[in-house]
């Protein structure tokens, strides 16, 4: 085997490698993306079930100053869903708002916040001694997206560049908070994800059968030219000679 089919066989198999890899994985993308969204369009995580004995329960201070200056619009990236039911069958809060005006609102609050949530040792709160607060939630104007009333409440929030906090409390902001919450995203981009993993997969699957077959086909011997017998003069000479004897 020459060195060119040699490499040729390489490549082709390190193309099918990766290409069916890729193949699976747009596989499992789409079974998810058939199978595992709520009636929404999000995909939902597990609901997990949070307390507090303060007034609110808060997210971490999210920062999306990371995405890109340029106008794309909010929810250009993904939606986010937060969904809250009260498990003591009290109405409840809940919103997202600037992190500043958040802090600002809930300055001095017993609060518990939200720092780690892990499907095995469950959710970590950094707890905040303090008082009551000054109003009910849905008396600030600085919420960009909320949500009040009995049974569930959920709000949908187009991500956009800032700092942002989650918070969920009793609507009449009264002492106590447990709640089953769940999380989900949407995006537009998955679709668009999809389509080209599968089309890159399946091309590298594609070149790497075409590169094996060139790599390992055999080449087929050359006929070698048969000689094709020449009648001499001296020949031709001789037969008439007999001929004419």
């Given amino acids: ?28 993308l789409l079974w998810a993306f ?19 004995e303060g007034y609110a329960i808060t997210s971490t201070e999210m920062d999306m100053g990371a995405l890109p200056t340029v106008s794309l619009g909010s929810g250009w990236l993904a939606n ?18 600037p992190s500043g005006e958040v802090d600002d609102y809930l300055a001095g609050v017993a609060r518990s916040e939200v720092i780690d949530i892990d499907s095995r ?5 950094l707890t905040k001694d303090g008082g009551s607060p000054e109003s009910v939630p849905s008396g600030q104007g600085f919420w960009v997206q909320s949500a009040e009333g009995a049974g569930s409440q959920s709000f949908d929030w187009d991500i956009e560049r800032g700092d942002w906090t989650i918070v969920i409390m009793n609507a009449d ?31 590298c699957v ?40």
């Fill in 173 to 203: 902001a009264t002492l106590g908070v447990d709640l089953d919450v769940a999380a989900g995203v949407h995006s537009n981009w998955i679709p668009v994800t999809l389509v080209l993993l599968l089309l890159g997969g399946a091309f």
């Fill in 206 to 245: 594609g070149a790497a059968s075409v590169m094996s077959y060139y790599a390992y086909r055999r080449t087929m011997p050359a006929v070698a030219d048969v000689a094709t017998p020449q009648v001499t003069d001296h020949a031709l000479t001789g037969s008439e000679s007999d001929t004419s004897g």
């Fill in 1 to 28: 085997m020459s060195a060119g089919k040699v490499v040729l066989g390489v490549v082709g198999g390190f193309l099918a490698v990766v290409g069916l890899a890729v193949l699976v994985g747009g596989a499992g």
């Fill in 34 to 52: 058939s199978t595992q969204r709520n009636a929404d369009g999000f995909f939902e995580s597990p609901v997990a079930e949070m307390s507090t």
């Fill in 121 to 125: 040792a469950g959710i970590t709160y």
């Fill in 80 to 97: 986010v869903q937060v969904t809250a039911t009260s498990r003591a069958d009290r109405p409840v809060f809940i919103g997202i708002g």
